[in-house]
């Protein structure tokens, strides 16, 4: 088939981007290496997993594939959806990524508590005298040689625009600095702009947030989903891929510098902020999101012993890594405590305050792994299980994240089972939330057993209520619970979770509820001892407690006692990006929490079996809450 | 005329190139371009200057043209010599630069005195203990915790490396530092191989030395016409490129530093030394060299009051500059004085040693510009004349660099006039240094008059030589004297020394030895008061001093006292590569040193125009050398 250079314009969150199409083999590749946007791709391209839907919104494209037809519903072809793995254009064309849309503003949102201001960054005024025939130093040496300055460096990137600062300003100029060494040299007066951005880099979701230096307000913020989700939706395929590709690590980076660089630009723009006055991005995120940002091999974090090359906290020149921000402006990313105990939780105990009170905190974060930290201020334990990206929809046949036409909630009152959706539209698919909610009832009226088997509708206890019964189905032989009949939903499906789902979803809360108790056994003390359990990350925002409670995810003895942080991870970040203080008690945590290897674990193994099971006894926390 | 894309591969100094010829119109455009070597093209690919001949040794190319008819001699074309700027490949062809060939090594040679060895960077070897299970810290803390280490700041560059290192190594790795800084990480001892490399940028020349850091010794130098050169044979010129092209700054930094890369590359391979072993590079040049290497825009250094970007020391990342030496490398640029008294000229003074000496001592640099510092370790005072890239060979009519085929001496014996060439090739055009000579002698001979005037043959006073009176021409109506009829050489014309070319001597000249009067009263001294003249430079050492006296461009006063230095500011480099007390008496120099604006000075004015003059009693000094 013929291939042509397109135009194409790419809107995504009312943001545009647009450039030719070249180089690509459909929408999908074109999408995810030319465009900072990217789109899911479990299928690997091959039209059978629908979650590359886009829409065409104007112009011509190739027509509808065999494949296309399976999957995509009557009224999404009405409407222009298509599968970008699919479609190649046949003229300059419009899209519309709607999925994406939901994604931004949803998981996060502009951190409202207050935070500390303790800042680093100053911003100083002055008055130089100008050159002349009898006075011929060099700008640079001018600089220096200001009274009372305390500026000694100025790097070379700020040194390039001193010239045209100097000449601009009538040689006013205001200089940021940090410490001794200048940032920035501004003509004029900027005293008053100064930002600095905080970076959550999730193995799913990527979010920043604009943070005003002066007042310590977040003034906006904008979250994805991580552009490097094209090669691989967890951090052992990421590290995968930088081992078979030679240029696999420069590749992820680009991805989520590209990626970050974006964020940025928009939230400049969209704030009216000129992105050189914003002086430092802050970085956290797992442990091998902060070394493919940097570009540091993960490779050994991949196999026992498990060893990353950094946990400390690292300043690099942003200029280095292809952030556009002021010219001297700096990328600090937060100290992690192990490979698999990264800066995000870091970043979340500092949240939290955890680790500088007296009672007994117990964190989680369930993401794509689950990190679990236990202590106070005297001691921290911390452990990471390998929960799988279960709770985030991968590896569920229906699985979503948290997008719009998710699945978020599901709930049985008299008898009738109804859910939501996200946004309130037709449902596309069921994310993390409705997932653990839907197998708490199944739980609850004995379809699924203690052992996790899924009963067939002849096996239905004698006084299953109708619309449970409704739903017990088969799949390829096998047991599954029907939630959204194929006319219920665009996909051409029913949304089912099959027995092959609850098995995964079985393995997840194994591992995370068998770390708590190993954690809870490294320390010598009792569940009851703890007095908050901190839930931190987007899915611990939107479960429902009294669900993971029940399914055995969350222990029965904190039932009462679990506090939602949010984006604990963003807000560590950006505590860090606005106070001193706050990275040197990251620092603090990094040094006094201690890793506990659960591949390596007894304690862990046994807890992990005794964990597989489902208890009934837990279902009645329902009533609780 | 067709345009295929051919493969070319140029050889110059036994070194070889090779790419695709695209994108180009024509060789000269493509070796400028796509090579690190360079041809002169002072008629801008006109084909009317001869100054871009190679030779094609093997392949089809484009016929003759008409121009390269006029200017090519039989013997030339029959050899494949060819116009570079009037050629294009039919086939793939393989290209020989003779010119440059003789270029390296010429001037510059390898720097045999002993220079003082105090380093800064420090290699030591280090066994770690292996991670496991029960020991899994990071690499990078893993080395920070290495008792008894310096080391607390690891680069990301270097961090990269890290891991790989440590287990290629056998966790026994050597660490190369600057104070607490690691510039590498290598796996097992490598403590032996420690290296340098000190680079002078000249606006024409650059020379590039190899350095063993333990020993002090210069293994290897190399040297190339400057690969700026295609923008322009002086400073003001690539100034103003830099100003007129959007990407000029760019363009030309890249040129420079890929010549530098080249340069490292090559010392690398023909000393079987691993350039990852090299850790810094030291750079000497005049100011707008340094500007043009770091990238700074020069600007303002064109125009009055002359305001240099920085003049200050600059330690810089090299992988910033794209200069591929060890991971963690660094650029270290001299400080110098002035926009128009460099760090060349300060390394030169280092070289000298006058600064630290008692006497008072004058040190000329003789280039693209003509510098000139006089003073003691009391004082130093210094100025730089527009002397104008004349006695290099730009804007002489037969004018050229010191090549292969230059006339470099000229005699005056027995009423017989005779000449050497540099390489004793045929001659190709005449250099500063037979131009001085030959002048020196039509003015002691009076044909060229004390006001500069030529005379025409009509005019020879009685007893001209023969040899003298035969030389006696014309050029458009103008005085010439001819050197070396067309038969003599390959140019296709005579080798003439026209009345504008003596113009151009006796204003470059003029403009020195007024410079030095400048000087001199300024620190209130009398000419004999100095006790040594230092000539740096490359012409300073192929100068004949007593040709120099008689055309007036040294004092007369000071005809026995002239000492020659070589490349001053190579070596000048190459000891402040070697020790910190030298970079440290460099910034003394800066500090010290009272830069005379010559533009805004009356006595300047005064000295100039009664320097104009040329005096026949100074040419009575051939007598004494």
Request: glycine share 10%.
């Given at each position: 088939?013929?291939?042509?250079?397109?135009?194409?314009?790419?809107?995504?969150?009312?943001?545009?981007?647009?450039?030719?199409?070249?180089?690509?083999?459909?929408?999908?590749?074109?999408?995810?290496?030319?465009?900072?946007?990217?789109?899911?791709?479990?299928?690997?391209?091959?039209?059978?997993?629908?979650?590359?839907?886009?829409?065409?919104?104007?112009?011509?494209?190739?027509?509808?594939?065999?494949?296309?037809?399976?999957?995509?519903?009557?009224?999404?072809?009405?409407?222009?959806?298509?599968?970008?793995?699919?479609?190649?254009?046949?003229?300059?064309?419009?899209?519309v990524m709607d999925g994406e849309k939901a994604g931004v503003g949803?998981k996060s949102a502009v951190i409202t508590e207050k935070m500390e201001?303790?800042?680093?960054?100053?911003?100083?005024?002055?008055?130089?005298?100008?050159?002349?025939?009898?006075?011929?130093?060099?700008?640079?040496?001018?600089?220096?040689?200001?009274?009372?300055?305390?500026v000694r460096h100025i790097p070379l990137s700020v040194l390039r625009?001193?010239?045209?600062?100097?000449?601009?300003?009538?040689?006013?100029?205001?200089?940021?600095?940090?410490?001794?060494?200048?940032?920035?040299?501004?003509?004029?007066?900027?005293?008053?702009?100064?930002?600095?951005?905080?970076?959550?880099?999730?193995?799913?979701?990527?979010?920043?947030?604009?943070?005003?230096?002066?007042?310590?307000?977040?003034?906006?913020?904008?979250?994805?989903?991580?552009?490097?989700?094209?090669?691989?939706?967890?951090?052992?395929?990421?590290?995968?891929?930088?081992?078979?590709?030679?240029?696999?690590?420069?590749?992820?980076?680009?991805?989520?510098?590209?990626?970050?660089?974006?964020?940025?630009?928009?939230?400049?723009?969209?704030?009216?902020?000129?992105?050189?006055?914003?002086?430092?991005?802050?970085?956290?995120?797992?442990?091998?999101?902060?070394?493919?940002?940097?570009?540091?091999?993960?490779?050994?974090?991949?196999?026992?012993?498990?060893?990353?090359?950094?946990?400390?906290?690292?300043?690099?020149?942003?200029?280095?890594?292809?952030?556009?921000?002021?010219?001297?402006?700096?990328?600090?990313?937060?100290?992690?405590?192990?490979?698999?105990?990264?800066?995000?939780?870091?970043?979340?105990?500092?949240?939290?305050?955890?680790?500088?009170?007296?009672?007994?905190?117990?964190?989680?974060?369930?993401?794509?792994?689950?990190?679990?930290?236990?202590?106070?201020?005297?001691?921290?334990?911390?452990?990471?299980?390998?929960?799988?990206?279960?709770?985030?929809?991968?590896?569920?046949?229906?699985?979503?994240?948290?997008?719009?036409?998710?699945?978020?909630?599901?709930?049985?009152?008299?008898?009738?089972?109804?859910?939501?959706?996200?946004?309130?539209?037709?449902?596309?698919?069921?994310?993390?939330?409705?997932?653990?909610?839907?197998?708490?009832?199944?739980?609850?009226?004995?379809?699924?057993?203690?052992?996790?088997?899924?009963?067939?509708?002849?096996?239905?206890?004698?006084?299953?209520?109708?619309?449970?019964?409704?739903?017990?189905?088969?799949?390829?032989?096998?047991?599954?619970?029907?939630?959204?009949?194929?006319?219920?939903?665009?996909?051409?499906?029913?949304?089912?979770?099959?027995?092959?789902?609850?098995?995964?979803?079985?393995?997840?809360?194994?591992?995370?509820?068998?770390?708590?108790?190993?954690?809870?056994?490294?320390?010598?003390?009792?569940?009851?001892?703890?007095?908050?359990?901190?839930?931190?990350?987007?899915?611990?925002?939107?479960?429902?407690?009294?669900?993971?409670?029940?399914?055995?995810?969350?222990?029965?003895?904190?039932?009462?006692?679990?506090?939602?942080?949010?984006?604990?991870?963003?807000?560590?970040?950006?505590?860090?990006?606005?106070?001193?203080?706050?990275?040197?008690?990251?620092?603090?945590?990094?040094?006094?929490?201690?890793?506990?290897?659960?591949?390596?674990?007894?304690?862990?193994?046994?807890?992990?079996?005794?964990?597989?099971?489902?208890?009934?006894?837990?279902?009645?926390?329902?009533?609780?809450?």
């Open positions: 088939m013929e291939r042509k250079n397109h135009t194409l314009h790419v809107f995504r969150d009312g943001r545009e981007n647009f450039g030719e199409f070249k180089d690509s083999s459909n929408l999908l590749e074109y999408i995810n290496n030319h465009t900072p946007f990217s789109l899911p791709a479990p299928c690997a391209g091959k039209g059978r997993c629908g979650k590359c839907r886009i829409t065409v919104s104007s112009g011509e494209v190739t027509p509808l594939t065999e494949e296309e037809k399976k999957i995509l519903s009557e009224k999404e072809i009405a409407r222009g959806v298509r599968l970008a793995c699919m479609t190649r254009p046949l003229s300059d064309i419009v899209l949803n201001v303790h800042p680093f960054l100053h911003k100083d005024l002055y008055t130089l005298n100008g050159p002349h025939l009898h006075d011929q130093i060099s700008d640079h040496s001018r600089m220096l040689s200001v009274a009372g300055t305390p625009q001193v010239p045209g600062a100097l000449r601009e300003g009538g040689y006013t100029i205001t200089v940021c600095r940090d410490g001794d060494t200048a940032l920035a040299v501004e003509p004029g007066d900027t005293r008053e702009q100064c930002y600095g951005v905080a970076v959550d880099i999730g193995t799913t979701t990527v979010a920043s947030y604009l943070i005003d230096l002066t007042t310590g307000k977040n003034l906006d913020v904008i979250s994805a989903l991580n552009a490097q989700e094209i090669y691989g939706a967890d951090v052992i395929s990421r590290i995968n891929h930088t081992m078979t590709d030679a240029d696999g690590l420069k590749k992820l980076q680009e991805k989520i510098i590209d990626q970050i660089d974006y964020m940025v630009r928009i939230l400049a723009d969209r704030n009216q902020i000129n992105r050189e006055r914003i002086y430092t991005v802050v970085i956290a995120g797992n442990t091998t999101m902060v070394h493919l940002v940097l570009g540091l091999p993960p490779k050994n974090i991949a196999a026992a012993p498990f060893i990353s090359v950094t946990t400390e906290a690292l300043t690099v020149p942003a200029g280095g890594l292809s952030l556009s921000i002021a010219p001297g402006g700096t990328v600090y990313t937060l100290p992690g405590v192990s490979g698999y105990v990264g800066a995000d939780i870091v970043a979340a105990v500092l949240a939290s305050g955890m680790a500088e009170s007296g009672p007994l905190s117990l964190l989680i974060d369930i993401g794509t792994n689950g990190e679990i930290v236990l202590g106070n201020r005297d001691r921290l334990v911390c452990c990471s299980t390998a929960a799988g990206p279960a709770f985030e929809g991968a590896q569920i046949r229906n699985g979503v994240g948290g997008i719009a036409g998710a699945v978020n909630k599901v709930r049985m009152q008299d008898g009738i089972i109804s859910f939501t959706t996200i946004q309130n539209t037709r449902p596309l698919g069921i994310c993390g939330s409705g997932i653990v909610d839907l197998l708490s009832i199944l739980i609850g009226y004995h379809i699924v057993e203690e052992s996790g088997r899924m009963l067939s509708r002849g096996e239905a206890p004698e006084k299953t209520p109708k619309d449970l019964l409704d739903g017990m189905t088969t799949l390829d032989g096998e047991p599954a619970f029907l939630l959204v009949p194929e006319e219920g939903t665009d996909l051409g499906s029913p949304i089912l979770l099959t027995q092959k789902d609850v098995r995964e979803i079985q393995l997840a809360k194994a591992a995370i509820a068998a770390g708590i108790d190993t954690l809870v056994k490294k320390i010598g003390i009792n569940l009851e001892d703890i007095e908050v359990l901190y839930l931190a990350g987007g899915f611990g925002s939107y479960l429902h407690k009294a669900s993971a409670v029940a399914i055995g995810l969350l222990p029965w003895e904190l039932h009462d006692r679990v506090h939602t942080l949010g984006n604990a991870a963003g807000k560590g970040a950006a505590m860090a990006l606005l106070s001193l203080r706050a990275r040197e008690k990251c620092e603090a945590i990094r040094r006094k929490a201690e890793y506990i290897e659960l591949s390596s674990s007894p304690e862990f193994q046994d807890a992990y079996i005794e964990r597989m099971f489902f208890s009934q006894e837990n279902t009645k926390t329902h009533n609780i809450f």
